[in-house]
């Protein structure tokens, strides 16, 4: 980077950091060759500051994700994305450097957000299908994202900045977000794992009693956050007339998925919230009404069900191959289909259902 380069929005993100820090030297790891002209890792940078307090850990600031240097876009509101992304996690005894696999883990956020085009805010979660850290022994497999507790939303020249922090979580914590809420979750859960440190080791948060009760009164009172699921395994084949009737239209769904899509059902349609399953090629939106039936529309399938029907395919939508009749006008199955997870170099690794 040359002396004349604009570094506005580094300068910001160096400043807003300092207030916890102040002369703390980070580890500052960089790329050689930017994303854009062909470089494999598409933030700019992250830093690490070793912090003391609640207990010994790293904490990760990424720069990229924000403009960092002159302003391009052209909304002014917010700096890129809006955010930048932070991740804390606990410092083993014997460390020295912070562990690679985190300083990668950050860096793949990005290419996902880059590629995708879909931006994390606070009360996300996301599904990694596997150990967060590759190969290790950990219950942690999904992430989840809250404002990060000491760094505050940022205003620079760019626009605004909020810092965002990753957060480990469980299979069990994951389906408690989706069918209440993230941060409701994170907040009972808090006295566990302060200032939303990353533990490995950690168990699941609903072994305690009192974090369960919590989650259960906030699904009864509340229902479920979650108003749009993404869905890997989605289809819709649509019913065909014949001499002797019409054959009933086949929705399909992933075992990996169906028991969570049961309980949405439940959390969504009965407190009179939609919910909207988004898969590669089909969008299903369901919702409450007095008649069961479905309508095909021209992006998407709107599917009305009855209380009853949402009581009956709730409780049937369990994570293993089956097919089941659900009580709507012209007929509909439901068809659940093996889930195959794979490694990155898509080999199986687990089969559900």
């Not at 598409?42 to 904490?59: F, K, M, N, T």
């Not at 699921?229 to 289809?235: G, H, I, P």
């Not at 028991?259 to 919910?275: N, S, V, W, Y």
């Not at 889930?339 to 080999?347: F, L, P, Y």
């Amino acid at each position: 980077m040359s002396e004349e380069a604009v570094t506005t929005g580094w300068d910001a993100i160096d400043e807003a950091v300092e207030q916890i820090y102040g002369e703390q030297e980070p580890k500052h790891y960089g790329t050689l060759i930017s994303y854009a002209l062909g470089g494999a890792d598409p933030l700019d940078g992250i830093s690490v500051y070793e912090a003391d307090e609640p207990l010994p850990h790293w904490h990760f600031v990424t720069y990229g994700f924000s403009e960092l240097y002159e302003k391009e876009s052209d909304y002014a509101e917010e700096s890129g994305y809006g955010f930048e992304l932070t991740f804390r996690l606990v410092k083993e005894g014997d460390e020295e450097e912070p562990p690679a696999w985190a300083l990668n883990l950050l860096q793949n956020m990005g290419r996902y957000v880059f590629n995708s085009g879909n931006v994390f805010r606070a009360g996300d979660y996301l599904d990694a299908n596997g150990p967060i850290c590759l190969g290790a022994d950990t219950e942690l497999t999904a992430l989840a994202f809250v404002a990060d507790p000491e760094l505050p939303t940022i205003d620079t020249a760019n626009g605004q900045v909020q810092f965002l922090q990753m957060v480990g979580i469980t299979n069990d914590e994951l389906e408690a977000m989706q069918t209440w809420n993230t941060l409701g979750v994170l907040s009972v859960g808090l006295p566990h794992m302060p200032s939303y440190i990353t533990d490995l080791n950690r168990g699941s948060l609903l072994v305690d009693e009192v974090i369960v009760t919590a989650v259960q009164m906030g699904m009864e009172q509340e229902g479920s956050n979650t108003g749009i699921l993404f869905v890997d395994q989605l289809d819709w084949t649509a019913g065909k007339k014949g001499w002797l009737g019409k054959s009933p239209s086949i929705l399909t769904i992933g075992a990996k998925q169906a028991e969570i899509i049961g309980k949405l059902l439940r959390g969504r349609l009965l407190k009179d919230k939609e919910l909207t399953l988004a898969g590669p090629n089909n969008r299903i939106i369901l919702e409450r009404g007095e008649q069961s039936n479905y309508t095909e529309e021209a992006d998407a399938v709107r599917i009305v069900l009855h209380d009853r029907a949402v009581e009956e395919m709730g409780k049937r939508l369990l994570p293993k191959q089956c097919e089941f009749e659900v009580p709507i006008k012209d007929g509909m199955t439901v068809r659940i289909v093996q889930t195959m997870i794979t490694d990155q170099e898509g080999h199986v690794v687990k089969t559900i259902g």
